[in-house]
């Protein structure tokens, strides 16, 4: 059993964020949802699948942060969406670096400012 069950991306414009995410990661976002007076935007999920679940999470308790956890999202090709980010105004926080044999791993500001880590492998 995987421990983490699901993850909030905070993010203080979601429709901005939305953007970034589909053009640098290509997600497909469904219908927006609010839940407990927070907007939310969820990662494609399949139930049963590997991974936790995750969502974009827009409200007064959702501060982004380049100072905490940091989130790792699997890419086919991290000098592909390295070059993605920068072309929609991303900072690379972290260059390219092996991690493996075959694996790499870097690190970008999202559109909200949060840090994230894009690793292949």
């Known amino acids: 059993m995987n421990v ?11 429709n901005r964020a939305m953007r970034f995410y589909s053009a640098v990661f290509g997600v497909n ?6 839940i407990h007076d927070n907007r939310m935007a969820y990662f494609p999920f399949e139930e049963g699948g590997g991974g936790a679940s995750a969502a974009l999470a827009q409200g007064d308790v959702y501060v982004p942060t380049r100072d905490g956890a940091i989130i790792y999202l699997n890419v086919a090709d991290v000098d592909d969406v390295l070059a993605k980010a920068v072309g929609y105004g991303s900072e690379i926080l972290f260059p390219k670096i092996p991690v493996n044999e075959i694996g790499f791993v870097a690190e970008i500001a999202d559109s909200e400012g949060n840090r994230i880590a894009v690793q292949s492998l």
């Open 4 to 14: 983490i069950a699901h993850v909030e991306i905070p993010v203080t414009d979601l």
């Open 29 to 34: 976002f469904g219908d927006v949802v609010i």
